[in-house]
């Protein structure tokens, strides 16, 4: 059929009355010219042909596949129908003769017992013996894969016991061969049918994405009930949050916690100048420790270069005042740059004899002096429970924080996981609607009834 053309329609406007009933059937009409053609090809006249446009929801859209399907598939459907009575009617012939082999069995003899074992497996093997008899092409082919397998393990068994077996066996294992070569004829037959109706595979599986846009469509109340629980968890977290925060700020207003908080504060910044102060030191510090110059300071001086680089600020508020330890170590390092016993540039040599001359004349003095005030100040808060109060009361409100933001982001996924779905039932319909076109050359849109759209609304922050 041709593609729709309302330009080629000639006197449109009086085909509705002419044929009214399309609009008793709350159809859309499309109107479309086909061209006769004779026996050489060549195009002669025109026709019209109406092609009603079906409006149907997805579950209308089933039932009406179903139709579809079953009309355009009816010969399959009929030779399939076939397939399955001749191979259960087989089957049953198969687990009937299979009791022969035990109505002389003798277990003292040896083939009496092979034959008790074979009639056995043989009706395991019937037993397992299984297809959906809801006949589709789906279903067919396994049927095929089944007696397939069924043969494989039938024989499989066969050609370790049968040769084994008793001459009085022989017409019983006869009647057994020609069922299995009417099994395998059947098979070859069912693999030509699959082989000569498998468009009918690509029927069945519009029918697949049928049934899982109705899934689709469906899902809105468990969607529902998913943004109900977290937003009941979002407004739990929220309340706690509110609850924490408002107990944190209540303690930083009523306590002495902003000064504790402040001379953490102070004594980052002081230990971030000392660390200034003694970095243009350190290449030359380090050198003088490792190479022997034959300068010898004291255990304390030594110490003191180290711990001046590790922890400045510690060192300096556990230092006598003036920093005694300190510039004796400074003084080895003085003297060894001067006897010319370290191998430095005359730049980095200078630039160590200025510093360590300004901190004899005291310009580590007023840092040493804030920092031992720090200390006192903590000293004096050192029994309070302040530090402890805030530190719990900080972690409560950053454990809220986070459930809260936790909880928040699931609403997101939701929201993201509803748009993904939205796009797939567009993706799905518009690919069914094409499908059921190309293969039922029926024009049908798919009313989509259940709309997840407002759910957007309800997973906003």
């Known amino acids: 059929m041709d593609k729709v053309c309302l330009l080629c329609v000639p006197c449109s406007s009086n085909l509705l009355t002419e044929h009214p009933q399309f609009i008793w059937n709350r159809f859309s009409i499309y109107f479309i010219t086909r061209h006769k053609v004779d026996k050489r090809g060549t195009k002669k006249g025109t026709g019209l042909v109406y092609v009603p446009m079906t409006n149907l929801t997805v579950e209308q859209l089933q039932k009406w596949y179903l139709k579809q399907l079953r009309n355009k598939s009816k010969d399959f459907i009929k030779q399939a129908e076939r397939s399955f009575k001749i191979i259960e009617t087989t089957l049953k012939d198969i687990e009937e003769l299979s009791k022969e082999f035990t109505e002389e069995e003798d277990d003292e003899i040896e083939s009496g017992g092979i034959a008790s074992r074979f009639a056995l ?61 009417e099994l395998s004829k059947e098979m070859n037959r069912i693999s030509k049918m699959l082989f000569e109706f498998s468009w009918v595979k690509d029927l069945e599986r519009i029918g697949g994405r049928i049934n899982t846009l109705h899934d689709l469509t469906f899902s809105k109340e468990i969607f529902d009930e998913q943004i109900r629980q977290v937003r009941d968890k979002i407004g739990t977290a929220q309340s706690e949050h509110d609850a924490a925060k408002k107990a944190y700020d209540e303690f930083t207003e009523t306590s002495n916690v902003a000064e504790l908080l402040s001379l953490d504060e102070q004594a980052d910044h002081i230990s971030g100048l000392l660390r200034m102060k003694m970095n243009p030191l350190k290449k030359q510090v380090k050198k003088f ?64 004899i200025e510093e360590i001359e300004a901190m004899r004349k005291g310009s580590l003095s007023k840092l040493q002096n804030q920092a031992k005030a720090i200390e006192d100040k903590r000293h004096t808060y050192a029994g309070s429970d302040v530090y402890t109060m805030n530190d719990e009361l900080r972690a409560a409100l950053n454990e809220a924080q986070k459930n809260l933001e936790y909880h928040s982001n699931d609403l997101l996924r939701l929201r993201d996981d509803i748009t993904r779905q939205i796009d797939k039932v567009k993706e799905f319909k518009g690919r069914i609607e094409t499908e059921i076109d190309e293969a039922f050359g029926a024009k049908v849109t798919i009313e989509v009834e259940v709309s997840l759209e407002p759910l957007l609304a309800m997973t906003r922050l």
């Open 289 to 352: 420790l490792q190479h022997d110059t034959g300068v010898r300071i004291g255990p304390a001086g030594q110490i003191a270069l180290t711990e001046y680089f590790d922890d400045p600020y510690t060192a300096i508020t556990t230092e006598n005042e003036g920093c005694p330890n300190l510039l004796e170590g400074m003084s080895g390092l003085q003297e060894a740059i001067e006897k010319g016993k370290l191998p430095l540039k005359d730049r980095l040599a200078r630039r160590a």
């Open 121 to 181: 497996k043989i009706g395991e093997v019937v037993n397992d013996f299984y297809v959906n008899k809801d006949i589709n092409y789906e279903n067919t082919e396994a049927l095929q894969k089944e007696i397939q397998h069924f043969i494989q393990e039938l024989w499989g068994a066969g050609s370790r016991w049968i040769r084994r077996m008793d001459k009085r066996y022989k017409n019983t294992i006869k009647s057994l061969d020609s069922y299995m070569k």
